[in-house]
């Protein structure tokens, strides 16, 4: 049985957990750089080797017992991807399990997020990203990474943050009232408080693609775009919100690991453990 950051095994148990974390080493649609699949591994052996006291809440999070699942492998379709992954998460959130993701392309959320809206009528969702990611169909496939929240704005409450690219084709989705683009994050000083008040008080899923980050600090993922999120300012985000709002769960999508290249993966391993420690603090 394999544990989350090796910590002791009774923390990895299933009915001491409150979280379940799923990992889905899927990369079927991506249409430049390949290699989100190997993503959850690489970000799994950096938690591994993390330290798992947290400084900044004075907390160890693994306590609050994080069950690893065995990884979604389907992969025979996007279609079949998306189902998979819809069935999986629904069977934890039956036990009231806060389910995390870590992917994987970000294809992986639309089943993710089609699991939470089933349960929560009333959803929002908050997308950190560089990309839009509102085509309704590319290549074929509505299950494409492209199309990652198509349906979640079609069907919830879709805030996004971090955006820095878009094809013309999406414009007409956009609901820009709900929609911070980066360019406008980095004139602006309240960005965070503007955020937070657009989130409303409904329950809240939150998918990052870490290309929502700047290149600089984190290079390894399929379409880095210049002009990102920072770590400091996107924690003090994510803190406001985990520890205020009602977070049900989260994934976390799109490490291209390079061997080159290490500190990506440490980076998607702190962020998570980050999120718990909010999570467990609040």
Known sequence: MRIFASVEEEYGQYDNAKVVLIPVPYDGTSTWLKGADKGPEAFLEAADNMEIYDIETKSEPYKMGIFLDDPVSEDSSPEAMTDAVHQRVAKYLKDEKVVTLFGGEHSISIGSIRAFGDKYKDLTVLQLDAHTDLRPEYHGSKCNHACAVFEANEKHHLV??????????????????????AHDIAENKNWIEDVYNKLGDNPIYITIDLDAFDPSICPSTGTPEPGGLEWYPTLKLLKKVIQTKNVVGFDIVELMPNENERSSDFLAAKLYYKMLAYLYTK
Do not use: A, H, P, W
Request: aromatic share 14%; charged share 30%.
């Open 160 to 181: 996004q943050v971090g955006i820095r690219s878009m094809d013309t084709e999406e414009v007409q989705y956009l609901k820009e009232d709900n929609v911070f683009f």
